[in-house]
């Protein structure tokens, strides 16, 4: 009776589940799912996915059909993002000789998470269960991985930048660039597309809604004050990036700076896992953004009056960004490979480093002004700010021998780890906090503004 009661749950949860058949990829390519990835022999698809997005790669390996650039190994890594619904079957077939996934009705276009969509294809069961030993299942274990690392991105996130078919689908190829990147080149004087082989696009073309390309927001961290300021307005928005951060969630994000979190994390996993390139330069913006904006870590009573002040960021508080930032953050390194940063990012982590080194003045300093703040409006966010600063800094130097040092208020311990990576000059902290004197020379002494 066991066994019988056995079956039928498992019958039930065959039959409740969403998968994911793809067909046509060669023996010897390499498939993947949601940061793992695997060689394929007898491989048809995935099974039991839960619902929520998942993210799913393919190289293929070269056969008689390979066009001649690919002679040996396994071809560009080529990604699908979609959000499951739940009892969803999704059926996709890899050309080789196109270099691309082949389905009916593949027209890409723009739209808003709730628009109009195609009726998923019914695969029948008997169809799916004669797959069941081809099939890879999706385990508890990549969920727990993967979940940490997708908290904010929605399908309107998708939607807005990779694009989605008519099927709830948003493709994505490694060498696929950004709008940023066309602009720059626009700009240059070049005529070069980014990406796969695509029509040329002239100089005067601003149709840029024909080309497949990752619409990150846009901002240019370089030049981060507002129109015509000038003088110490300038110079201290130059410095400050809350200006450039405030005005870019209110006029492109609809002022929702969870689709700014968003961004940072689909840029993580397209540039860790798709090897996309481009959106390791998304990446390292917006990361530099959220850690250079110090007057938003700021009491908003404490913050010097903004003009023009385009966003509720600069005059409410914005604790909650810095909150999420952090634990995110935190879950993008415990994802990571011990070895990442040696291997493959040898000069990313002295980036992130500087960065937070940023953050860490700006938090010390704020600090200064919560002090006195016990009990009023924000008090007990920044001290969960605090928290995960502390839990951001236990994961940085155990897995990566990452000194951050300490803010004020922190209950955490002094991070002296023997890592493999990098050390600080043990004079900059004191056992309970940073030594914000010493952090007034050197690397992070004012500087002038050349305008």
Known sequence: MASTDQQLVAQERFASQSFLVLTGLPKGSEFGL?????????????????????????????????????????????????????????????????????????????????????????????????????????????????????????????????????????????????????????????????????????????????????????MDAKRSWPEGAVGEELSRWSKDKSWCLSNAVESQLDGDVKELLAELQLAFILFTLLHNFSSLTTYKTLFSLVCRSSSLVLPTTSRRPSSPALSQLLTTSSLPLFASFLTLFASQLTFLDPLFFSDQMPSLDFYLLEELDALTSSLSDAATEWSTREGEEGYEVWREVVKRWDALANVAVEKFGWELGMIKGSRGRKHGYEGQQIKRDPGVYSDDEVDLDDLEEGEDAPVIVEL
């Open 34 to 218: 949601d940061g793992r990835i695997w060689s394929v022999d007898s491989f048809s698809g995935v099974k039991l996915l839960p619902t929520g997005l998942h993210f799913f790669l393919f190289s293929a390996a070269p056969t008689n059909e390979t066009p001649e650039t690919l002679s040996s190994g396994v071809g560009v890594r080529h990604g699908l993002l979609r959000f499951f619904k739940g009892q969803e079957t999704v059926v996709e077939e890899w050309d080789n000789k196109r270099e691309q996934l082949v389905s009916e009705s593949r027209t890409k276009r723009r739209r808003t998470a709730d628009g109009e969509r195609e009726e998923p294809i019914v695969v029948s069961q008997e169809y799916l269960k004669g797959l069941d030993a081809e099939l890879a299942p999706y385990s508890d274990e990549i969920e727990k991985g993967w979940k940490p690392l997708t908290s904010f991105i929605s399908e309107a996130t998708l939607a807005r930048v990779v694009g989605l078919d008519e099927r709830g689908n948003a493709s994505v190829d490694a060498v696929m660039g950004t709008l940023a990147d066309e602009k720059e080149l626009k700009a240059a004087g070049g005529k070069q597309t980014w990406g796969k082989v695509r029509e040329v696009v002239e100089e005067d073309d601003d149709d840029d809604e024909e080309l497949e390309l990752l619409r990150y927001v846009a």
